[in-house]
């Protein structure tokens, strides 16, 4: 069983930035990749940014590529995603998710345990 936590969401305006956390208890961090996902409103929960365990390869969706990074604190059970020149489009609830086993990064299905998510905000 793994467990996670989200923190970081907000009401930001274009172009602004923020840091989302993302805890993770119950198992060793370093046993699993961890992935960040995005569901807006009346659409599916999409692919955003994922890292294997070293924090040695990292993957981004296109749509964001160039404006968020992901990173790892292994010695904190920590994952963070830095978002910059935030979109209204980007605007959505964030969900981390542990990945303890193979199959695609950029796939829901290969995440095993979810965050409750928190809520991003980006007006115009």
């Known amino acids: 069983q793994v467990r996670m936590v989200e923190s970081g969401g907000g009401l930001v305006q274009a172009g602004d930035s923020l840091r989302l956390s993302c805890s993770a208890s119950g198992r060793t961090f370093t046993s699993y990749s961890m992935g960040w996902f995005r569901q807006a409103p009346g659409k599916e929960r999409e692919f955003v940014a994922a890292i294997c365990w070293s924090g040695g390869s990292v993957y981004y969706a296109d749509s964001v590529k160039g404006r968020f990074t992901i990173s790892r604190d292994n010695a904190e059970n920590t994952v963070h995603l830095q978002m910059n020149s935030l979109k209204p489009e980007d605007t959505a609830v964030y969900y981390c998710?542990?990945?303890?086993?193979?199959?695609?990064?950029?796939?829901?299905?290969?995440?095993?345990?979810w965050g409750q998510g928190t809520q991003v905000t980006v007006s115009s």
């Open positions: 998710a542990a990945r303890l086993y193979s199959g695609s990064y950029y796939s829901r299905e290969s995440y095993d345990y």
